[in-house]
């Protein structure tokens, strides 16, 4: 098989679960090497308090046909961040893909709440970990980046520009911090065009992650069940490797510049450059949203994956 990302340096900050397990994966497939970072390894839990570690992930990259590496990493954590990127720097000289998925601010969400009435400990507990994580990982994988032309940032976030400029997301502090990475991806693609290297922001679309999939009481198996419980859901979710897989033709497209500074979605990249879900398909979720649930239609994904 083709193996489109040999010999790349890839960096998936967060990579515990998710989103971020699902890219570090596609990223394997592509013959990538993979840093796998986060905080829960087999050793201990992080305070989210969930059971995949990073050492899971790299065994997945492994077994996917990449090289995985797992580091414990608390990505708030500013000299912890420093000590990652001179590891990297001292093995490879250099990093090809920087992805920028940390997050971990589920527990904190209070829907609905108004500003005023939302818990301030848990809103601002978001912005710190959606956003400072965010820049922190730059500020010190960005020199290693910018060594060579070519180079791909990826910030993920939940739903893309044009999507949320017309859509309240969850709360003030929820919607701040997912529109807070599409603006983010906007200002490092300026300050990475000088040297040929790219930064673009990227959303999955309804994701059957972890907790997802337990929330449904179902499993990556048997997730077309949950149509009792959520026929949107059952219609139109995906995995986590479909954006994971979203990545993979980012980083391997030799024209990727003119993406720069760009907010995409998985579903939308798939009908661009031909990949598919591991079942298959290809989910236009945002699309989707649109068209089929936020119009008050009934679930129908005829047309959509």
Not at 74 to 85: F, K, T
Not at 165 to 178: I, P, Q
Not at 235 to 255: C, K, M, Q, Y
Not at 263 to 291: I, M
Request: charged share 20%.
């Amino acid at each position: 098989m083709v193996k489109p990302l040999s010999g790349k340096i890839a960096l998936v900050a967060g990579a515990t679960r998710g989103a971020g397990r699902g890219t570090a994966v596609a990223l394997g497939e592509a013959g990538a090497t993979v840093y796998c970072t986060g905080r829960s390894t087999r050793e201990h839990r992080s305070d989210y308090d969930r059971p995949e570690t990073i050492e899971e992930t790299a065994e997945l990259v492994n077994g996917a046909g990449g090289v995985g590496i797992a580091v414990e990493v608390d990505h708030l954590n500013p000299a912890a961040v420093q000590s990652l990127a001179r590891r990297i720097d001292d093995a490879h000289g250099r990093l090809d893909v920087l992805v920028n998925d940390i997050w971990g601010g589920e527990h904190f969400i209070e829907w609905d709440a108004p500003v005023w009435a939302h818990h301030l400990g848990y809103g601002l507990r978001m912005l710190h970990l959606a956003v400072d994580t965010h820049l922190i990982t730059s500020h010190f994988a960005l020199p290693l980046l910018i060594r060579n032309p070519g180079g791909l940032v990826v910030e993920m976030t939940d739903g893309t520009r044009e999507y949320n400029d017309g859509h309240y997301r969850v709360s003030t502090f929820y919607d701040l911090a997912k529109n807070s990475i599409l603006r983010l991806a906007f200002s490092q693609a300026e300050e990475l065009k000088p040297f040929g290297c790219t930064a673009v922001a990227l959303t999955p679309g309804w994701m059957r992650s972890e907790m997802m999939l337990e929330n449904f009481k179902v499993t990556e198996a048997t997730w077309r069940a949950a149509a009792t419980i959520q026929p949107h859901f059952a219609a139109i979710s995906e995995s986590p490797r479909f954006v994971g897989r979203a990545v993979a033709a980012l980083a391997a497209d030799p024209d990727v510049q003119r993406r720069n500074g760009g907010s995409f979605s998985s579903g939308g990249l798939a009908r661009e450059y031909g990949f598919t879900d591991v079942d298959g398909s290809q989910p236009d979720c945002w699309r989707y949203l649109v068209e089929v649930q936020d119009a008050g239609r009934p679930a129908d994904a005829a047309g959509y994956r």
